[in-house]
């Protein structure tokens, strides 16, 4: 039971540079977000996806792009990466029934220098 | 104004004794479901329990209860016979079903150390 995967776990890049951070989930879901959790504060929506095709912004988009590629995939996206996201990203998934929990990946631990 | 609030930055519990974690939520809607997430030195998130606003027993599972007082708009946590593995961060979180059924609004969590 792989539930909701991310890659890569760790990820260090000079301000600037680009990266796509990818999740992918194999519980059927229909919705899937990602989150960013900085220390001493909960985790913040940056988007969201509630059905494959669509995609919104959360609470924090800026200097943020997604793609839902398909049902299982949702990618982030940073095209210049800037200090001010140095954070521990989380994608999670959910399947927009009953409770819609949220189920959530390991996370990705990026550092910008 | 902070739609989760958790008070307690960190709690120590004895093994085997029950604790509970403070979390209370601020929101206008009528519909609406509290969570509570668990984050070991791991980093993963995981969830431990749900409770909806109508719902009118208070959510157990297994060690696990939210203690859901809807006038005080408070719903704690109680971890009964605490165990070494549940030392961890504790983050209480909330979805509103009018104003963003998408969005998951967290605290800032409380960290639970269990002493043997």
């Known amino acids: 039971n792989a539930g909701v995967t991310q890659t890569p776990k760790f990820q260090v890049l000079k301000t600037g540079q680009s990266m796509t951070l990818q999740c992918a989930q194999d519980m059927n879901h229909n919705s899937m977000y990602w989150y960013r959790q900085d220390p001493g504060m909960g985790l913040r929506l940056i988007y969201y996806?509630?059905?494959?095709?669509?995609?919104d912004k959360g609470e924090v988009p800026n200097g943020y792009n997604v793609s839902r590629l398909n049902k299982r995939e949702f990618s982030l996206r940073l095209e210049s990466a800037a200090p001010s996201q140095t954070s521990v990203y989380f994608c999670?998934?959910?399947?927009?029934?009953?409770?819609?929990?949220?189920?959530f990946g390991a996370g990705t631990r990026l550092s910008v220098l | 104004a902070q739609k989760i609030t958790q008070t307690q930055p960190g709690m120590f519990v004895q093994e085997k004794e029950a604790v509970t974690l403070d979390c209370t939520y601020d929101?206008?809607?009528?519909?609406?479901?509290l969570f509570w997430y668990k984050q070991p030195s791991s980093g993963e998130m995981i969830f431990l329990i749900y409770?909806?606003?109508?719902?009118?027993q208070n959510a157990t599972e297994g060690r696990y209860s939210l203690n859901f007082q809807k006038a005080r708009k408070s719903a704690n946590l109680v971890i009964s016979a605490s165990q070494l593995g549940d030392s961890a961060m504790y983050f209480c979180a909330m979805r509103e079903d009018q104003t963003g059924a998408n969005n998951l609004f967290f605290g800032t969590g409380t960290r639970l150390t269990v002493i043997p």
């Open positions: 999670a998934s959910s399947p927009r029934a009953f409770k819609n929990i949220q189920y």
């Open positions: 996806s509630a059905s494959e095709g669509t995609t």
């Open positions: 929101t206008s809607d009528q519909s609406y479901g």
């Open positions: 409770q909806g606003s109508y719902d009118e």
